[in-house]
């Protein structure tokens, strides 16, 4: 209920620092922030098939994340084109499967391994080039019943993986280079999880190519609840459509890190696979 008010009492203060603004649009179109796609917990719709090693030991089949999410603006205010900010919602299911051939029984298995749930409010700001996000949100993290009958999990399992976050990441936009930064700190006692968070990353998109571009970029998440080991993704693709209609984009992408989803953030990951993204708002 404390984090409720707290969201709350974010969202009057941002409100309240914008009335100077002159023009007000609701659900406005695009993004003043635009999401990181290569962000494994971004709110996004995206889906992975991927070669993973857990520990060092190569896992049979494929991993294959699928998420279900967007970013929507509520309300945008703005003065111009390079001044303006917005309150938006943030919404996604963060759902992996494990498949694989099972040689005992000779059958093609794809088994729920895990799905995280978040759902948090925005506050972002542009000005000229720059551009900035301050974020507060819940998250939730939930084993798939086939995991555990699979693995014949009967007992509890302690989850850190449940808590809310508050943080803040700039942006600066160049012709074709994108790079970002931010801090972040959790809301739950530290007793319960460790609280503080990073990431840092950039992004290149091919200029002056209206319909079809190719794009590359890096991402680095960094948690205390892992010490800090970073979790890097990585990837190169092209992107489809215009920039200003929320294109799809197409990569190769790789992996290596503590796990993102799950209760097992702890256990260290590489992975290298094919995989799409898209924002549909």
């Excluded at 949100?137 to 014949?152: A, I, P, T, W």
């Excluded at 319960?192 to 290149?204: A, D, F």
């Amino acid at each position: 209920m404390r984090s409720i008010f707290t969201l709350l009492g974010l969202g009057f203060l941002l409100i309240s620092g914008v009335q100077a603004q002159t023009k007000t649009e609701f659900l406005p179109k695009g993004h003043l922030f635009e999401p990181i796609v290569l962000d494994p917990l971004e709110a996004k719709t995206s889906a992975s098939l991927l070669r993973r090693m857990e520990e060092g030991v190569s896992k049979d089949g494929l991993f294959a994340p699928f998420s279900i999410g967007f970013q929507k603006g509520f309300f945008r205010w703005s003065r111009d084109e390079r001044r303006a900010s917005e309150l938006a919602l943030d919404v996604v299911a963060n759902t992996q499967f494990e498949m694989f051939h099972d040689s005992q029984e000779d059958k093609f298995r794809r088994y729920l391994f895990n799905v995280d749930f978040r759902v948090g409010l925005l506050y972002n700001l542009k000005r000229g080039n720059a551009s900035w996000r301050l974020r507060v949100y819940h998250l939730s993290s939930h084993l798939g019943d086939d995991y555990l009958v699979r693995n014949q999990i009967n007992y509890f399992l302690p989850n850190a993986v449940n808590y809310e976050q508050v943080d803040a990441l700039y942006a600066y936009q160049w012709t074709s280079v994108r790079l970002y930064g931010g801090l972040g700190i959790g809301l739950r006692p530290a007793s319960e999880r460790k609280r503080l968070y990073t990431q840092i990353g950039t992004v290149w998109k091919q200029p002056n190519r209206e319909k079809l571009r190719w794009w590359a970029g890096v991402d680095v998440r960094m948690i205390e609840q892992t010490n800090f080991h970073p979790g890097v993704t990585a990837a190169v693709g092209i992107e489809l459509g215009v920039i200003e209609r929320n294109p799809l984009s197409l990569a190769v992408q790789a992996f290596h890190g503590p796990l993102p989803y799950s209760t097992f953030e702890q256990t260290i990951n590489n992975w290298i696979g094919v995989g799409f993204f898209l924002n549909p708002f």
